[in-house]
């Protein structure tokens, strides 16, 4: 049983385009939202985080986009570079870290210029 | 220097061998954790420890085990090695105070022969 699903597997921007990457969930007691990127020869790292109380959540280029009753939240990297290419993972958790985050499969974005 | 270090960067072994992976963190966190990462498989849970004295499952532990040696060390085993465990695997850490954010350490590429 998967319980967090991301799509697309892979994505090819245009330099200065806005990257999409989607994600849903299953389990209703999921309230921790964060979103991880590696670079190739690099473990994960957390890019940006949501939690279920708010509806958007930006840093920079890059915005959560949380829709509770979907059961679904997106990453949007605005004016996207060729720096931003990268794997990018979705995850989600329940409790204040009592439970291991739960990752989606990832996917691959390559900006080009 | 890094917070999270593991050992080797690299291996590359023989069906049936025994393997231990170490992951050593300097950050001071309780939470310690084992992942493995294959193309379009995202990244796996084999097993986590919230403290010294606990260690559970994760959603794929057959074929491995681990010892938490110290709040600071969790080593992952490999009892008899075989070729579908070849892999990319990730250790990370996080603290109670921060949420569930992990901080991974820099990964051990594994080849099964």
């Known amino acids: 049983q998967q319980q967090v699903k991301q799509s697309p597997q892979s994505l090819i921007v245009q330099k200065g385009g806005i990257s999409i990457i989607n994600c849903a969930y299953e389990?209703?007691?999921?309230?921790?939202f964060p979103w991880y990127q590696q670079f190739p020869g690099k473990g994960p790292a957390l890019l940006i985080a949501?939690?279920?109380?708010?509806s958007e959540k930006k840093e920079g280029r890059f915005t959560i986009s949380f829709n509770k009753s979907a059961k679904q939240f997106s990453l949007h990297i605005m004016d996207s570079q060729p720096g931003d290419s990268a794997t990018y993972f979705c995850?989600?958790?329940?409790?204040?870290?009592?439970?291991?985050?739960?990752f989606g499969k990832g996917t691959r974005l390559s900006v080009i210029a | 220097d890094a917070d999270v270090t593991q050992t080797p960067r690299n291996r590359i072994t023989k069906t049936g061998k025994r393997i231990m992976l170490e992951c050593s963190q300097t950050?001071?966190?309780?939470?310690m954790y084992w992942y493995r990462q294959d193309p379009g498989l995202g990244l796996q849970l084999i097993y986590y420890?919230?403290?010294?004295?606990?260690?559970n499952k994760g959603e794929i532990s057959d074929g491995y085990s681990v010892s938490r040696q110290a709040q600071a060390k969790f080593s992952l085993s490999l009892e008899s090695a075989i070729p579908n465990q070849t892999a990319l695997y990730f250790c990370?850490?996080?603290?109670?105070?921060?949420?569930?954010?992990?901080?991974f350490g820099p990964g051990t590429r594994l080849t099964v022969l």
């Open positions: 950050k001071g966190h309780d939470r």
């Open positions: 420890s919230f403290d010294v004295k606990d260690i």
């Open positions: 949501i939690r279920p109380d708010v």
């Open positions: 990370a850490t996080s603290g109670a105070s921060r949420g569930n954010e992990q901080f």
């Open positions: 389990n209703t007691a999921f309230d921790y």
């Open positions: 995850a989600a958790s329940r409790g204040t870290g009592n439970t291991p985050l739960v």
